[in-house]
């Protein structure tokens, strides 16, 4: 418990704004799935997103780099706007780093040039330093000996510390997670795990979409909950999941604890 | 519960031989030709029909057969007259190419068929393989052309046989899947005019025979021409083939775009990538692969198609062969003439295919 305190502790001295959200509105068609939605998250802050499926919960975090066009509203990443401008897109791209549920690695690529590929073509990296960069993350993520295999001949969990490799090689200040635990056995969970804990040690801006409750109690600032394509309660962790404020907190609490 | 475990532990976990019914020559001929009645009856056709055909066409090629002989000669013989093929092999090959010059197109043949079997080997695939193609066509042309370094200039009208079949070919082919691929990927964009573009031009080309190409390109284009500019008869039948070949691979690799996970996509763009290296880089890599069984059925389709171009009197491997059987000493040995040319195609064909499927397997073994 001491350790997860001075986890936390660490983070959040600066009060620089590094993500912006005002008043997001995204429709899919006829269907509004994110509402009104305003989000302030300051350098360094670790954020975990949960709610039920549908909720608008990873169509938030895509929007944050563009992943998903929003249709209202303004999002401010880093002193950038996000808008048409392909400019700012790529910016922003280059600033924001993503872990998807399913890996997304490059399956006709070897590890390593998984790795070096984004420095090497957006970056313009010499390839000398690339091949340094993703060893140095790779040895991060207890993967390096696996450096010459394809993905398929990784198990799920190291295929998803591959993935995170993937996006610290771009050196990103800010990291969006989306659900990158639910599609891994359960034995293989911690590993994962294991190494955002440590990104988040070092002082990572995090978005966590995850229901992993060790996870949010560990390491997150606030945890958020959303339904309805709305921000339902934003709170710590431990008044979150100790004491849930909302009526459909409440609800989902108790059905993920079971 | 008790005794289900107790009669796990009665098996034995040791690796058991399978029973030896179907060992043996008698074993392999009971389970592949006898094992059903129905089975049984299938090999007794079979049989028959082989014992009625493949011994008298063996009568007729080989034993009866005259293979040095005139025309005349041949008439009075009953067996096969190859003689049709030895005797006119230089113009059923060349066409009316000069005959003393004829070692030239000979010669660009061979530096075809090497550079395409030193391209075979994918460790050889790079930038000055590329370079030496270039630079192998160039000379090909040259030598077929002549009129520089003292070689005798030979129109393109003389050009024919297995070198013009070649030539429509592996230039149709080469250009027609770059373009192809163009095609498919405006055909999946995001801006509405290139997309229409696209999907109007595949549409089209595809509606309408490769025939009806190859007679507008000879017949109605020159029509709007200013008078006096006249475009060589080759490189518009060339032209034709190639338009109309990229329009059926650009349906096939856009089977293969479709095919591709989004999540691909997304990852390359969150890492940054824009569109060119995304498609460059992670897409196509992985989509081509997935289409090469379908391209290869295209390919080898266009290429037999190169035989069209009859209908526009060029005179490639099969005009060739046609005019030689118009000649009166040899009228009525098509039968050879055509089985000859056959087996050319064949041989193309087959090691084109057997080619598609090594690749196949040589990338499936580096990513599996």
Redesign the interface.
């Given at each position: 418990m001491r350790q997860e305190k001075s986890d936390k502790a660490d983070g959040l001295q600066s009060s620089e704004v590094i993500i912006e959200i005002q008043n997001l509105h995204k429709w899919y068609g006829e269907m509004h799935v994110l509402k009104d939605i305003s989000l302030t998250v300051q350098k360094g802050e670790r954020i975990v997103v949960c709610g039920p499926s549908g909720s608008g919960k990873s169509t938030l975090i895509r929007c944050i780099n563009r992943l998903e066009e929003h249709q209202r509203g303004r999002i401010i990443v880093h002193g950038v706007e996000l808008n048409n401008d392909l400019k700012n897109i790529e910016k922003i791209r280059a600033d924001v780093g993503m872990v998807f549920q399913h890996f997304n690695l490059f399956p006709h690529l070897t590890i390593l040039e998984n790795l070096t590929l984004g420095p090497m073509w957006v970056r313009k990296v010499p390839k000398k330093e690339a091949l340094e960069t993703a060893m140095y993350y790779l040895d991060k993520v207890h993967i390096s000996e696996q450096a010459e295999k394809y993905p398929s001949q990784l198990s799920g969990g190291q295929q998803q510390r591959v993935a995170i490799a993937r996006s610290l090689c771009m050196k990103p200040n800010i990291m969006l997670f989306d659900e990158p635990t639910s599609a891994l056995d359960p034995e293989m969970v911690k590993e994962v795990l294991d190494v955002m804990i440590s990104l988040a040690r070092e002082g990572m801006t995090m978005i966590v979409v995850s229901h992993e409750m060790g996870f949010a109690k560990s390491v997150a600032h606030r945890v958020l909950f959303m339904d309805f394509g709305q921000i339902l309660e934003a709170n710590t962790p431990e008044e979150f999941f100790g004491n849930p404020q909302h009526e459909r907190s409440r609800l989902f609490i108790s059905q993920i604890l079971h | 519960m008790r005794t289900e475990n107790q009669k796990f532990k009665s098996v034995s976990t040791e690796n058991v031989k399978p029973p030896a019914v179907n060992i043996g020559l008698i074993g392999w001929i009971r389970t592949n030709l006898f094992s059903s009645w129905f089975n049984s009856i299938l090999t007794v056709i079979t049989v028959y029909i082989l014992w009625k055909t493949i011994p008298p066409f063996v009568q007729w090629a080989f034993i009866d057969s005259l293979w040095f002989s005139t025309g005349a000669e041949c008439h009075e013989a009953g067996g096969a007259c190859w003689s049709v093929v030895l005797k006119n092999f230089r113009f059923i090959l060349f066409g009316f190419y000069p005959h003393d010059q004829q070692w030239r197109p000979l010669l660009a043949m061979g530096m075809l068929i090497g550079l395409l079997f030193f391209s075979r080997n994918r460790n050889h695939w790079n930038i000055y393989l590329a370079y030496s193609w270039m630079l192998g066509l160039l000379l090909m042309g040259f030598l077929m052309k002549g009129g520089i370094l003292g070689l005798v200039p030979v129109e393109s009208i003389q050009w024919g046989g297995l070198p013009l079949t070649l030539i429509l070919s592996v230039f149709g082919l080469t250009a027609a899947y770059p373009l192809g691929v163009m095609l498919a990927l405006g055909r999946q964009s995001r801006l509405p005019i290139i997309r229409s573009l696209c999907i109007v031009y595949i549409e089209l080309i595809r509606g309408v025979p490769l025939i009806s190409l190859l007679f507008m390109s000879s017949v109605v284009f020159p029509l709007f021409f200013p008078e006096g500019v006249t475009f060589n008869k080759i490189i518009r039948a060339q032209i034709a083939i190639i338009l109309f070949t990229a329009a059926y691979i650009a349906e096939v690799v856009r089977g293969g775009l479709q095919a591709m996970?989004r999540?691909?996509y997304?990852?390359?763009?969150?890492?940054?990538?824009?569109y060119y290296?995304t498609m460059r880089?992670?897409i196509l890599?992985?989509a081509l692969?997935i289409v090469i069984p379908p391209s290869v059925s295209i390919l080898i389709s266009a290429f037999k198609d190169t035989s069209l171009v009859v209908i526009i009197a060029l005179y490639d491997l099969l005009k060739t062969t046609q005019s030689t059987l118009t000649n009166p000493e040899w009228m009525g040995f098509s039968a050879e003439a055509y089985l000859f040319i056959a087996i050319i195609y064949f041989i193309c064909c087959f090691f084109m295919s057997n080619y598609s499927r090594r690749l196949e397997r040589e990338l499936n073994r580096?990513?599996?």
């Open positions: - | 996970d999540g691909q997304e990852a390359a763009e969150s890492i940054g990538l824009n290296q880089l992670v890599p992985q692969k580096s990513n599996r």
